[in-house]
């Protein structure tokens, strides 16, 4: 059966909107802002390693190389932010939708990062 929408189409705009969050993150690196007080170090070298996390799995599923293990990589990533960041704050005010959100953007990633022959 004929896919209605290609698969690779739906990785490559995936790809660019991860690659938007990575080129946010290095943008507002230097203001270090929403980065808990808990995490060792300086605030803005968190929000440029996630950056570039972010722009280097957007480079592997757009170019198809190691897709699967970004991808993978990109899901801890974000479980990781989850965990460290959002979720907190999120039940302080009682507004779950910001970690559900980034729960979607893993998933997605684990089920490309599935479907992936590399």
């Not at 290095?26 to 980065?35: D, E, F, M, N, T």
């Not at 996630?50 to 957007?58: R, T, W, Y």
């Amino acid at each position: 059966m004929k896919q209605l929408f290609p698969t690779r189409f739906a990785e490559i705009l995936y790809a660019l909107a991860i690659a938007a969050f990575g080129i946010m993150h290095l943008q507002y690196g230097k203001a270090g802002s929403g980065v808990p007080s808990f995490m060792p170090g300086n605030p803005s070298i968190w929000l440029y390693i996630s950056g570039a996390g972010f722009l280097l799995a957007a480079i592997a599923i757009i170019i198809n190389k190691y897709k699967r293990m970004a991808c993978y990589l990109l899901a801890v990533m974000v479980i990781i932010l989850i965990l460290t960041v959002r979720l907190q704050p999120a039940i302080n005010q009682g507004m779950l939708e910001r970690p559900l959100l980034d729960g979607i953007v893993a998933m997605a990633a684990i089920i490309i990062g599935n479907n992936s022959s590399r």
